[in-house]
């Protein structure tokens, strides 16, 4: 974890000066990007606080994975979903005012097999955690897999006090080869890229300080651009006021 | 489908002899009589199926299983289709990455 890149990728991360993340704990409102064996590590070290796992606050999460079953309760529909690194159970609650119990199984049915993402509150019952108001999406452009799985990463080193290497503008989510080739863009151009790259993954909206890492600009600036951008209708603001959305 | 899939490519195939994992990549030919295939995966992956599959060459695909333990080849359990513009690139990269934070994908 000391040299995260290993010089292999420009970009990355480093420890370098990183601030004692032990001291620093940190609570997100927002939606975090995990892996399913993040789900399953995480321990509620105050009962009915928040879920805590590698130093990172659990509260809102998503993540996508396949969906390899579905079975139907009394009053509930039950889909479990993996992702590689671990099985979870979402129970989603069926509705009879918009649709029979065996409308809503075979809506679900139609996923088996196929990626989906899914958010929700982590909470607890009975020492069980569970996933609550679960929101279970077909993923269509696969590439959200791809960018979701990074996201994770990026929040965990982050939470780790790894942080990117600031000389180095390039991110995670940029092919090396790509931002060699391709033509210079603008600092519009590439916080218009970062936003829509990651407008998939995070739905309610991308964060100013995450732009601000990735392009390597200031946050005030990076805000400054994204008004102007919002206000001529390029981008569109988040689920408040302070994130920003692409298509 | 408990069992954690390790995230590999073409390169990674040796290394994980036996074990479960998951890898995308480009279907660059199928014989549905003998149930084989070739995956391009930042590299070339034999797939062998043990049950009856579809795979179409050009397409896009995740595949899950277990890697022979004596053969450069997987076993394939499970085949997801991926759409087709699915950025191999970028999941070349993802194998990289989570390779180096076994925390958030590989049981201890």
């Keep these: ?247 | 489908m408990d069992a954690t899939k390790v995230r590999i490519n073409a390169s990674l195939v040796e290394k994980y002899q036996g074990k479960l994992v998951r890898l995308i990549g480009k279907c660059q030919s199928f014989d549905p009589i003998n149930k084989i295939a070739t995956l391009d995966s930042n590299g070339e992956v034999r797939l062998e199926f043990f049950d009856e599959v579809n795979l179409a060459v050009g397409k896009i695909y995740e595949i899950t299983g277990k890697v022979s333990s004596n053969e450069q080849k997987v076993h394939a359990q499970a085949v997801t289709e991926l759409s087709d513009n699915t950025n191999l690139e970028i999941a070349d990269k993802l194998v990289s990455y989570s390779q180096k934070v076994p925390e958030l994908f590989i049981e201890s």
């Design chain 1, 1 to 247: 974890m000391a040299d995260f890149y290993d010089g292999e990728f420009s970009g990355g991360f480093t420890t370098e000066n990183a601030p004692n993340s032990q001291s620093e704990p940190r609570t997100r409102t927002s939606l975090t990007p995990v892996t399913i064996k993040q789900i399953n590590d995480a321990t509620q070290p105050i009962p009915d606080g928040n879920f805590k796992v590698n130093n990172v606050e659990l509260n809102m999460i998503s993540f996508v994975g396949i969906v390899r079953s579905v079975d139907s309760l009394p009053s509930a529909i039950s889909v479990t979903i993996e992702d590689g690194t671990g099985t979870t159970n979402v129970r989603k609650w069926v509705d009879e005012n918009s649709g029979t119990p065996a409308e809503a199984e075979e809506k679900y049915r139609m996923y088996l097999d196929k990626y989906v993402y899914v958010t929700g509150a982590l909470k607890s019952m009975s020492n069980k955690s569970y996933i609550q108001n679960a929101s279970v999406m077909p993923v269509k452009d696969h590439n959200q897999v791809l960018s979701h799985v990074l996201s994770a990463i990026h929040h965990h080193l982050l939470a780790q006090g790894i942080k990117p290497r600031p000389k180095d503008e390039k991110s995670l989510f940029v092919s090396e080869s790509a931002s060699t080739s391709a033509p210079q863009l603008s600092i519009k151009e590439r916080i218009m890229k970062v936003v829509r790259d990651h407008s998939p993954s995070m739905v309610e909206g991308v964060p100013p300080r995450l732009i601000s890492q990735i392009v390597g600009i200031g946050q005030d600036e990076v805000t400054k651009i994204c008004t102007e951008l919002v206000d001529r209708g390029e981008l569109y603001g988040g689920s408040d006021d302070n994130t920003y959305l692409l298509d």
